[in-house]
């Protein structure tokens, strides 16, 4: 079954987040991505805090939704999701701080030790280039 949007209160949904490093990350972000989207956060599945929505298709032909920026505060790091791919932030990476990283996926494991600033405009650039006409037209990243 898809991953869609929930009726979940997401506020609600990060007072239960565990641990605590997680918790006070996820809070920033919050309000980080809130500023950047001016958007409502949204539960989308169970765990991914997300802001307005984008659809992708594939080469494949498969398409679908999903958010336009989001997170999702995990055990052992923080995911912070964007959609145009980390190749598209090399240089703003350099600068950011430790970090790991997927495709999509920035893992970090503390806010405090990247530069607020730098995450904020590579949240913003993905979050721009998302939301631009056309973007769903191309084949999203796998």
């Known amino acids: ?25 996820a809070r920033v972000l919050l309000t980080m991505m809130e500023r950047v989207t001016g958007a409502a956060p949204r539960m989308f599945g169970p765990s991914i805090v997300g802001f307005r929505e984008y659809s992708y298709t594939y080469d494949s032909g498969h398409s679908g939704h999903a958010p336009a920026a989001g997170f999702a505060p995990r055990k052992s790091a923080t995911v912070v999701y964007l959609p145009d791919g980390l190749a598209a932030h090399e240089e703003d990476l ?47 990243q796998s």
């Open 94 to 140: 350099a600068a950011l701080g430790p970090y790991r990283g997927g495709v999509g996926c920035l893992y970090l494991t503390n806010l405090e030790r990247v530069d607020l600033t730098v995450l904020e405009r590579i949240i913003a650039r993905s979050f721009a280039t998302v939301t631009a006409a056309g973007f769903g037209r191309r084949a999203a």
């Open 1 to 25: 079954m898809p991953t869609t949007w929930t009726d979940v209160d997401p506020l609600a949904y990060l007072e239960t987040v565990q641990p605590e490093r997680r918790r006070h990350d």
